[in-house]
């Protein structure tokens, strides 16, 4: 039985208090545990105030959840950032509940060390699969998708949910009451066009 397990944690809170960001959070995983129903075997759920996790059954439904999760921070507007762990564990044999208990909670100890490794660091992203050189190579297109959606601003949020809800730049500018060159500017400095193409590449990395 293959699942993986994504843990998640606070990297960053702006200039809320840790209420409101408790409450933003447990916000966001609400919509994404509707959105991601058929990819999730236990939802995301908050284990401290600052940190969930929930098990996912493939690894292409739980990198697009992980788009999800970011695009949804920014959908909402909220003003904080998480570093997210997605480590890969199989359980080969069925033989009792408990045995499959046991080696779940060998994963979430694993994912959890890596966590742990992930926190010293100044990257968001860490994946783990079964495949050492796969996992290098979608380690490195976060690398690059991190680069870009986090070159993003809070006060960009407005112009990017507008972009992510498949307007084009003639739309963002009548919406916002720009000129088209305005508009034109605004996508090629927030690297619409680029982020696309990084999601891409990561998923197509994995099919």
């Known amino acids: 039985m293959e699942h993986f397990i994504l843990m998640s944690d606070l990297k960053y809170l702006g200039k809320g208090s840790k209420e409101t960001f408790n409450t933003e959070l447990k916000n966001v995983i609400s919509v994404i545990n ?17 940190e969930f ?10 990198v697009e959840l992980i788009f999800d999760i970011e695009e949804c921070i920014i959908e909402h507007g909220f003003d904080f950032k998480l ?10 044999t069925l033989q009792s509940k408990q045995l499959a208990y046991e080696r779940l909670g060998f994963g979430l100890i694993d994912a959890r060390e890596r966590l742990k490794l992930i926190k010293k660091t100044e990257s968001r992203f860490l994946m783990v699969t079964n495949n050492e ?9 976060f690398y690059i998708y991190e680069d870009y959606i986090d070159s993003w601003k809070k006060s960009d949020y407005q112009y990017v949910r507008a972009f992510l809800n498949n307007l084009n730049y003639k739309e963002v500018s009548e919406q916002f009451n720009i000129n ?15 982020y696309y193409t990084i999601k891409e590449m990561i998923l197509s990395s994995i099919e």
């Open 133 to 141: 050189k796969q996992s290098l190579n979608l380690n490195n297109l």
């Open 34 to 50: 509707k959105l991601h129903k058929k990819d999730i075997i236990t939802p995301l759920n908050m284990v401290m105030q600052d």
């Open 83 to 92: 570093k997210h762990v997605l480590y890969h564990d199989t359980i080969e």
């Open 180 to 194: 088209l060159s305005s508009g034109w500017r605004r996508e090629k400095s927030l690297k619409m066009k680029q």
């Open 53 to 62: 996790q929930g098990i996912t059954n493939n690894l292409q439904g739980s």
